[in-house]
Nanobody, 121 residues
Framework: QMHLVESGGGLVQPGGSLRLSCAAS????????MGWFRQPPGKQRELVAS???????MYADSVKGRFTISRDGAKNTVYLQMNSLKPEDTAVYYC???????????????WGQGTQVTVSS
């Protein structure tokens, strides 16, 4: 089994910055892609950014140039640096990892518990 714990959310003014972290723990064998999703109030969950095991990244158009995803393989951690935040970035942010554990051979998706990001003056 594997568990994801997120941190770094909070309240920030428009134009401000936040850095989200998500650390994996448990019987990890291999982590493939990592990503961040968000769910604004009353809307569906959407992909924000993702990073492959080789370091290739992709971003939603709405966050390109403002958000940066990165990963630390040694720490089994993924980060999301969010700059120039806007009110429309307000959402619950979830981290996601596709991974295999030492007790399973088929990789599956794991999710964090979610962290609230509120952008407001």
């Amino acid at each position: 089994q594997m568990h994801l714990v997120e941190s770094g959310g909070g309240l920030v003014q428009p134009g401000g910055s936040l850095r989200l972290s998500c650390a994996a723990s448990g019987s990890i064998f291999r982590i493939n892609a990592m990503g961040w999703f968000r769910q604004p109030p009353g809307k569906q969950r959407e992909l924000v950014a993702s990073i492959t095991g080789g370091g290739s990244t992709m971003y939603a158009d709405s966050v390109k140039g403002r958000f940066t995803i990165s990963r630390d393989g040694a720490k089994n951690t993924v980060y999301l640096q969010m700059n120039s935040l806007k009110p429309e970035d307000t959402a619950v942010y979830y981290c996601n990892m596709n991974a295999a554990t030492r007790t399973t051979t088929v990789p599956r998706d794991y999710w964090g518990q979610g962290t609230q990001v509120t952008v407001s003056s």
